[in-house]
């Protein structure tokens, strides 16, 4: 009798949308699933990884969670992914489920068109394709396009040309989806919170289930056993990129830049908090996130960024012989994060978490 297949589930999402906190919440309660982690992260810092495993639970131990850290997980698929999956089919410790959270600037098709590939076909299957989406940033208009602004600068301008691509990403990811989650709905009213499930509903030709979240808690039994077999499916739902790939266009993601900025201990967690509230803005940042290092505190403490809305909160204690210390990922537009860009935003860090720095612009 052929073994049976594992379910894979593929989480994808934009920059900020809550892919990590939607999976911790999955781990704490799993039901006691024995669940292995592919994390793919867009940058050198393994923030993700580290909140996930940091958790304390069983299905958090670290020889569970895999981290991808050498690019984009839809652009490196042979080099990676591939060999990847093959080590973890071979363990003596078979999963029960595996969740593969991309990074916020990955396409999901070519990742699920993976898995036809021989080494994995016949041994795994796509569960299901979950996009998690940021329902208030959506709603502000951080990932999508002002209809408004660009008719009126169509108006003045003729040749305007207005493709963006993180609303073409933010579409394919939505094409991508078996299942759709309205994440951070309790940030919104219910009227906008209807307007940006019309608006994701646009945004594809399928009609593909939608729920809402809070702060990512929801049932494992709602995310997993979703049974779509995704990977039959994907070839029909071809992305802005894909479409460019059959007409000789190149795929990549230089609009986006990260870097690690490191600082030493925090003197005052709230005013660095508001500091890089100013920062953001000035700079046009669009993900933040990062550990930071708080003395007088056993526990390290999380930052995470979405625009200016910051969340923070003290995960796990310093582990011993751990060097406690300050590092965030700083990601943003290409065009934002110039060399000069990067010297001046680590050198306000630094100085937002030593206290020698102004905050006077977030206050």
């Known amino acids: ?43 050198d810092l393994g923030v993700d990884g580290g909140i996930l495993t940091g958790c304390g639970i069983e299905t958090c131990r670290e020889d569970d969670v895999v981290e991808l850290n050498n690019g984009c997980i839809c652009c490196t698929v042979a080099d990676d992914f591939i060999p990847t999956m093959t080590k973890l089919l071979e363990r003596d410790r078979r999963p029960d489920h ?30 299901g394709v979950i996009t998690v989406i940021d329902a208030a940033a959506v709603a502000a208009g951080r990932f999508a396009d002002d209809e408004a602004k660009v008719a009126a600068q169509r108006a ?10 993180l609303e073409e990403l933010f579409e394919d990811q939505i094409r991508a989806a078996d299942l759709i989650v309205l994440n951070k709905a309790d940030l919104i009213d219910r009227d906008t919170l209807e307007k940006v499930r019309q608006e994701t509903a646009a945004a594809t030709a399928r009609t593909v289930k939608t729920i ?9 039994d709602v995310l997993l056993g979703l049974a779509a077999g995704t990977e039959t499916r994907i070839a029909e739902r071809k992305s802005h990129h894909e479409q460019e790939h059959e007409a000789g266009e190149a795929h990549d993601h230089d609009e986006f830049e990260s870097f690690v900025a490191a600082a030493g201990p925090i003197a005052d967690p709230a005013r660095f908090v508001a500091g890089l509230k100013a920062l953001i803005g000035e700079h046009d940042i669009l993900r933040l996130k990062g550990f930071a290092d708080v003395p ?43 060399a000069a860009a990067r010297v001046a935003i680590e050198a306000r860090i630094a100085g937002l978490a030593s206290g020698s720095d102004s905050v006077e612009a977030a206050e």
């Open 156 to 165: 003045a301008d003729t040749s305007l040309d207005h493709d963006n691509p």
């Open 296 to 338: 007088g505190k056993a526990m390290r403490l999380v930052v995470q960024a979405v625009g200016q809305r910051i969340e923070t909160y003290f995960d796990r204690p310093w582990a011993a012989g751990e060097t406690r210390q300050t590092r965030l990922v700083v990601i943003g537009l290409h065009d934002g994060l110039d």
């Open 98 to 127: 595996i969740i593969i959270e991309t990074s916020g600037l990955a396409l999901p098709q070519p990742l699920v068109a993976a898995f036809n590939w021989p080494e994995v076909k016949t041994r795994v299957t796509v569960d």
């Open 212 to 220: 809402t979240a809070e702060n990512g808690r929801l049932p494992a």
């Open 1 to 43: 009798m052929p073994e049976q297949k594992i379910p894979a589930t593929v989480i994808t999402g934009f920059l900020g949308a809550g892919k990590t906190t939607l999976i911790r919440y999955l781990l704490q309660n799993a039901g006691g699933r024995k669940i292995a982690l592919i994390i793919n992260e867009f940058g």
